[in-house]
Protein backbone atom coordinates (compact mmCIF):
# COMPACT_ATOMS: atom_id res chain seq x y z
CA UNK A 1 0.00 0.00 0.00
CA UNK A 2 1.32 3.60 -1.09
CA UNK A 3 1.62 6.74 1.77
CA UNK A 4 -1.34 8.52 -0.46
CA UNK A 5 -3.66 5.03 -0.09
CA UNK A 6 -2.81 5.27 3.80
CA UNK A 7 -3.60 8.85 3.97
CA UNK A 8 -7.19 8.48 2.20
CA UNK A 9 -7.77 5.75 5.07
CA UNK A 10 -6.72 7.36 7.88
CA UNK A 11 -8.78 10.45 6.96
CA UNK A 12 -12.08 8.65 6.50
CA UNK A 13 -11.63 6.74 9.23
CA UNK A 14 -10.38 10.01 11.44
CA UNK A 15 -13.87 12.03 9.43
CA UNK A 16 -15.90 9.02 10.65
CA UNK A 17 -14.85 9.41 14.40
CA UNK A 18 -15.57 13.48 14.02
CA UNK A 19 -19.16 12.80 12.78
CA UNK A 20 -19.69 10.29 15.57
CA UNK A 21 -18.22 12.41 18.26
CA UNK A 22 -20.77 15.38 17.03
CA UNK A 23 -23.84 13.12 17.00
CA UNK A 24 -23.37 11.28 19.85
CA UNK A 25 -20.67 13.48 22.22
CA UNK A 26 -22.55 12.16 25.45
CA UNK A 27 -22.41 8.32 24.49
CA UNK A 28 -19.75 6.51 26.31
CA UNK A 29 -19.50 3.95 23.22
CA UNK A 30 -18.63 6.80 21.22
CA UNK A 31 -16.79 9.66 23.01
CA UNK A 32 -14.51 6.64 24.99
CA UNK A 33 -14.22 3.58 23.05
CA UNK A 34 -14.23 5.23 19.68
CA UNK A 35 -13.31 8.22 19.78
CA UNK A 36 -10.92 7.93 22.92
CA UNK A 37 -9.25 4.47 22.35
CA UNK A 38 -9.89 2.42 19.30
CA UNK A 39 -8.96 5.01 16.70
CA UNK A 40 -6.51 6.99 18.39
CA UNK A 41 -4.33 3.65 19.09
CA UNK A 42 -4.97 2.66 15.53
CA UNK A 43 -3.78 5.65 14.21
CA UNK A 44 -0.61 5.28 16.93
CA UNK A 45 -0.03 2.02 15.79
CA UNK A 46 0.47 2.68 11.78
CA UNK A 47 2.78 5.95 13.31
CA UNK A 48 4.93 3.86 15.32
CA UNK A 49 5.07 1.08 12.03
CA UNK A 50 5.73 4.24 9.05
CA UNK A 51 8.79 5.25 11.64
CA UNK A 52 9.87 2.24 12.42
CA UNK A 53 10.06 1.31 8.32
CA UNK A 54 10.53 5.08 7.54
CA UNK A 55 12.91 6.86 9.76
CA UNK A 56 16.02 5.17 9.03
CA UNK A 57 16.24 6.20 5.56
CA UNK A 58 14.51 9.75 6.46
CA UNK A 59 17.39 12.60 5.83
CA UNK A 60 16.72 15.30 8.69
CA UNK A 61 15.81 15.39 11.75
CA UNK A 62 14.28 17.45 14.77
CA UNK A 63 17.28 19.49 16.17
CA UNK A 64 16.51 22.18 13.44
CA UNK A 65 13.34 23.77 11.11
CA UNK A 66 15.41 22.92 8.35
CA UNK A 67 16.24 19.47 9.69
CA UNK A 68 12.30 18.96 10.34
CA UNK A 69 11.38 20.12 6.81
CA UNK A 70 14.10 17.51 5.68
CA UNK A 71 12.68 14.71 7.80
CA UNK A 72 8.60 15.74 6.20
CA UNK A 73 9.90 15.18 2.36
CA UNK A 74 9.46 11.38 2.53
CA UNK A 75 6.06 11.24 2.08
CA UNK A 76 5.76 8.15 4.66
CA UNK A 77 7.36 10.51 7.37
CA UNK A 78 4.69 13.18 6.63
CA UNK A 79 2.26 10.42 6.25
CA UNK A 80 3.58 9.73 10.00
CA UNK A 81 3.45 13.27 10.76
CA UNK A 82 -0.66 13.17 9.64
CA UNK A 83 -1.44 10.41 12.14
CA UNK A 84 0.45 11.93 14.61
CA UNK A 85 -2.26 15.39 14.04
CA UNK A 86 -5.19 12.88 13.57
CA UNK A 87 -4.42 10.92 16.98
CA UNK A 88 -3.73 13.29 18.90
CA UNK A 89 -6.89 15.44 18.05
CA UNK A 90 -9.31 13.14 17.82
CA UNK A 91 -8.57 11.98 21.36
CA UNK A 92 -8.68 15.62 22.94
CA UNK A 93 -11.85 15.78 21.51
CA UNK A 94 -13.07 13.06 23.14
CA UNK A 95 -11.56 14.34 26.08
CA UNK A 96 -13.79 17.58 25.78
CA UNK A 97 -16.90 15.39 24.89
CA UNK A 98 -16.36 13.70 28.53
CA UNK A 99 -15.54 16.71 30.32
CA UNK A 100 -18.60 18.63 28.97
CA UNK A 101 -20.87 15.51 29.64
CA UNK A 102 -19.69 15.60 32.94
CA UNK A 103 -19.61 18.67 34.00
CA UNK A 104 -23.52 19.47 32.25
CA UNK A 105 -22.61 21.73 29.87
CA UNK A 106 -24.90 22.33 27.13
CA UNK A 107 -24.15 20.30 23.74
CA UNK A 108 -23.94 24.08 21.91
CA UNK A 109 -20.35 24.01 23.62
CA UNK A 110 -19.25 20.98 21.93
CA UNK A 111 -21.03 21.72 18.11
CA UNK A 112 -18.72 25.19 18.28
CA UNK A 113 -15.38 23.51 19.85
CA UNK A 114 -15.49 20.15 18.57
CA UNK A 115 -14.72 21.57 14.33
CA UNK A 116 -12.45 23.55 14.84
CA UNK A 117 -10.54 20.98 16.93
CA UNK A 118 -10.69 18.57 14.22
CA UNK A 119 -9.57 21.30 11.74
CA UNK A 120 -7.15 23.46 13.82
CA UNK A 121 -6.28 21.00 17.04
CA UNK A 122 -4.91 23.90 19.66
CA UNK A 123 -7.33 26.51 18.86
CA UNK A 124 -10.62 24.32 18.88
CA UNK A 125 -9.09 23.08 22.30
CA UNK A 126 -8.57 27.06 23.02
CA UNK A 127 -12.26 27.75 22.17
CA UNK A 128 -13.03 24.81 24.49
CA UNK A 129 -11.70 26.44 27.62
CA UNK A 130 -12.74 29.70 26.93
CA UNK A 131 -16.97 28.66 26.21
CA UNK A 132 -16.41 26.44 29.32
CA UNK A 133 -14.97 29.72 31.57
CA UNK A 134 -17.65 31.89 29.89
CA UNK A 135 -20.53 29.21 30.95
CA UNK A 136 -19.23 29.45 34.51
Not at 32 to 43: I, Q, S, Y
Not at 58 to 68: C, H, I, K, Q
Not at 124 to 135: E, S
Amino acid sequence: MNPETLFTLANSLALAGWVALLLFPRRRPVNWWLCGVALPVTFALAYGAILAFAMPAAEGGFSTLAGVAALFASPWVLLAGWLHYLAFDLFIGAWMARRATEEGLPRWILWLALPPTFLLGPLGLLVFFGLRAARR
